[in-house]
């Protein structure tokens, strides 16, 4: 059956750019929030709560991250590093926060983790600036990039 059949290279890569966007508006989302609703030291007494070494650092690395490392991951930029700050961005969100609360309570966590590391493995796709300037924005390449 055609549904069992692997993608095609342009369909896999299509697949890793809407996972690119969605997973990048989500993060834009909680990024906006903590720079212009919380602001730097809303998020740094929070930090400090919940006992994030460092916290004032961190504040200003993950605000900076979830806003303009999301816009990176939406157009495909440094894709890979990228997802792997967000993966471990979100590994201190489940550890030190919503871990205690049960799952439930980190499953959207869990999931932009899941997101974010196979974003990690796979890379950016075709449709990206990663593949560009790369010089892989040929639609006939027969790999995913």
């Known amino acids: 059956m055609k549904i069992f059949r692997a993608p095609a290279p342009g369909q ?10 969605a997973t990048g508006a989500v993060f834009i989302d909680h990024g906006y929030q903590k720079m212009f609703k ?3 030291g809303g998020v740094t007494g929070f930090f400090t709560q919940i006992g994030v070494p460092m916290p004032s650092v961190m504040a200003t690395l ?18 890979r590093p990228i997802a792997l700050a967000f993966a471990l961005d979100m590994l201190g969100a489940i550890f030190l926060v919503q871990m205690k609360n049960g799952f439930s309570k980190y499953e959207l966590e869990f999931l932009l983790l899941g997101a974010s590391i ?11 600036v990663d593949a560009m300037i790369a010089g892989r924005t ?4 027969s790999r995913i990039t």
């Open 12 to 21: 896999a890569s299509l697949g890793l750019a809407v996972l690119r966007i």
């Open 62 to 79: 993950i605000t900076l991250l979830e806003v303009f490392g999301a816009v990176a991951l939406i157009v495909g930029f440094l894709t």
């Open 38 to 40: 919380m602001g730097i």
């Open 118 to 128: 196979a974003l990690v493995l796979t890379g950016a796709g075709r449709y990206s």
């Open 138 to 141: 040929d639609p006939s390449a």
